[in-house]
Structures are given as C-alpha cells and as structure tokens.
C-alpha cells in the first residue's frame, strides 16, 4: 500500500522559505515520478515541479529559480526547497507519485497524492 506524508507547510512572510517534505512508503521515489502540486481556494489544482529517477526535473514558469525539487533515496523521501515566496504561492500543496501517461503537470497522471499541507505567505 502507497502512502505519501507531506510535511512543513506553514505560515510565512513575503520574501520567506520553507522546505516541504513528502515521506513514501510502499513506493520507491527514486525509480520513478514524483510531483508537487498546489491548489488555492477556488482554483485548479496545478503543477509546481517534477522529478523523474532523482536526475530530470521540470518547474512550472511561476516557481523557476524560486523552488527546488530533490530527493532523498536513502529516506525515500522528496522534498520542495521554496525560496522568496510571495502571497500568489499560498495554497494547498500535494506530493503525487507514480504516473506515466500525461503531461507532468496535469493531476489525472499520478496514482497517488498525499493529504497536503498548507503554506501560507503574507505580505
């Protein structure tokens, strides 16, 4: 059974960072796809960054040189490095894991998601 455990969300200041975490279990993050995603209220949910086997990565344009995805292969875990958050990154965000067919950035790809933690940037 797949189960992915999203930590570090909070509440921080424009200009502020956090790091996310996604904890898989019964998964093997490293040999395959994982994602970030987010979703503010009354939005779709979106793609923020993409890794493939730890090497190939993708970023939505909004989060380029802001945001960092990696992966930690000994704790199968997957992090999201946020750097100088602003207000528009307040959401939602989902770790999603296990997906083939599909653009990267589109939800209907992944079989799995974890339960999502809220990162909230005031200005």
């Known amino acids: 059974q797949v189960q992915l455990v999203e930590s570090g969300g909070g509440s921080v200041q424009a200009g502020g960072s956090l790091r996310l975490s996604c904890a898989a279990s019964?998964?093997?993050?490293?040999?395959?796809?994982m994602a970030w995603f987010r979703q503010a209220p009354g939005k779709e949910r979106e793609g923020v960054a993409y890794?493939?086997?730890?090497?190939?990565?993708y970023y939505a344009d909004s989060v380029k040189g802001r945001f960092a995805i990696s992966q930690d292969n000994a704790k199968n875990t997957l992090y999201l490095q946020m750097n100088n958050l602003k207000p528009e990154d307040t959401a939602m965000y989902y770790c999603?894991?296990?997906?083939?067919?599909?653009?990267?950035?589109?939800?209907?790809?992944?079989?799995?998601w974890g339960q999502g933690t809220q990162v909230t940037v005031s200005s």
């Open positions: 890794i493939y086997r730890g090497t190939t990565t």
């Open positions: 019964g998964y093997t993050g490293s040999r395959g796809a």
């Open positions: 999603a894991a296990d997906g083939s067919r599909g653009t990267w950035y589109s939800p209907g790809r992944y079989n799995y």
